[in-house]
């Protein structure tokens, strides 16, 4: 069974997964594999997923692109909501991380 996208209205609608080619893609580029996320991972990992996760679809995006996207588009914390909802499809909604969606830590 194929790994599902989810769209994120940005600014069109961007599909988003993280399928074998997406998860390939942040493992080369974080040196991390998805199921190491956990919810005190910085900015920067969140972002390198939503690049990978939108790469996958559009892959003319670079990481700067991904994260004016989210600037102009979206906030923080719809980002995180997204990037458990991406991995949740990806690996199961069991082993997912519980990102916390406050920035107070």
Known sequence: ???PFVVWE???PRKLR?????????EMTTGKKIKEIDDDDNMITLAR???????EE???L????????????????EAKKM?????S???GESKSPNLKTSRAK
Do not use: C, P, R
């Not at 997923?49 to 790469?55: D, F, K, P």
């Open 1 to 3: 069974m194929a790994i």
């Open 10 to 12: 940005l600014d069109i």
């Open 18 to 26: 993280l399928g074998m080619q997406g998860m390939v893609f942040y």
């Open 49 to 55: 997923i939503l690049h990978s996760a939108m790469h």
């Open 58 to 60: 559009d892959n003319t």
């Open 62 to 77: 670079t990481f700067e692109d991904t994260l004016k996207l989210i600037d102009d588009y979206s906030d923080f914390q």
């Open 83 to 87: 990037v458990t909802k991406v991995v």
């Open 89 to 91: 499809a990806a690996i």
